[in-house]
């Protein structure tokens, strides 16, 4: 893992539009998972900036959503696929037909609807970057503590603390639709973005505890390539702070004194192991 400890949550949304403008900037036709949520919508707001200013483009890109409440549509204010209309897409140039979400009809038939989820994800190459944010509990979109770490898509009963965070219309149904944690762990980079101190022994128990089901952020320690950008606050309890704090002050010393040439082999490997480094500098 490769934990960014940042000043702020300010700090924490523009090193995620940093990476993710790299990865657009390496590959336009990327695919990208998108998580909703108030971690991640500072980020979108970046980005949506970004395009405006002709910085970037999202024409050639493909978007799969994290999660989605059960028995919502798309005009439901309550919907993770609503909150990402408005935040997000109708304020960039992505094609609406390679946006895909996890709407699902409480009369759907659960099984075929998650198996297709999954079958557009690797029709479509699998997911290049993935962002995430995660929860009190460590939990990711709506895997909660106890979720198989070979978990794939599929539609769960929401737990007491999950059931609090549904809308109050929705709450009988009390059903959600997410990414499992294997397809989750398939995509080929992580971001994993946490702010705010009422995150912090969550991130303690994913990155420093022993990985457990109980959990289930924990998963990513199982994973090759992840990026973790967190505030002060949300880094506070780690054990290993300095160290994370120390690493990375070398990575940027070390794209200062490689930088200079865009072939340079050393600066290349830096890059790829944090892609945003330049602009956090």
Not at 9 to 16: K, L, S, T, Y
Not at 111 to 116: E, K, P
Not at 118 to 137: A, M, N, T, Y
């Amino acid at each position: 893992m490769n934990i960014i400890i940042l000043k702020n949550e300010i700090e924490v949304a523009e090193g995620g539009a940093d990476i993710v403008s790299h990865q657009l900037a390496t590959k336009p036709a990327s695919v990208l998972g998108l998580a909703a949520g108030l971690t991640p919508v500072k980020m979108y707001r970046s980005l949506v900036e970004r395009y405006q200013a002709g910085q970037l483009s999202f024409a050639d890109a493909k978007t799969f959503m994290l999660d989605e409440y059960v028995g919502v549509d798309t005009n439901d204010p309550h919907s993770y696929s609503h909150f990402m209309q408005q935040k997000f897409f109708d304020l960039i140039d992505i094609n609406p037909s390679k946006t895909h979400s996890l709407l699902c009809a409480e009369k759907a038939d659960f099984y075929q609807l998650t198996r297709d989820y999954e079958q557009r994800i690797q029709r479509s190459g699998g997911i290049d970057l993935q962002i995430l944010s995660v929860g009190v509990e460590g939990d990711v979109g709506f895997n909660e503590a106890g979720s198989s770490f070979a978990s794939h898509t599929r539609v769960v009963k929401l737990g007491e603390r999950a059931l609090k965070r549904v809308p109050r219309a929705h709450r009988d149904l009390g059903l959600a639709a997410t990414m499992g944690l294997r397809t989750i762990r398939d995509a080929r980079h992580i971001v994993l973005m946490a702010t705010g101190s009422h995150k912090a022994q969550a991130i303690k128990a994913a990155l420093e505890g022993p990985m457990s089901v109980s959990c289930p952020a924990s998963c990513l320690q199982f994973h090759n390539n992840v990026t973790v950008l967190l505030d002060e606050a949300a880094a506070r309890d780690l054990e290993q702070k300095a160290i994370h704090q120390s690493r990375y002050q070398q990575r940027l010393q070390l794209l200062g004194a490689y930088g200079a040439s865009a072939n340079d082999e050393v600066a290349t490997e830096v890059k790829a192991i944090y892609p945003a480094a330049c602009a956090l500098q």
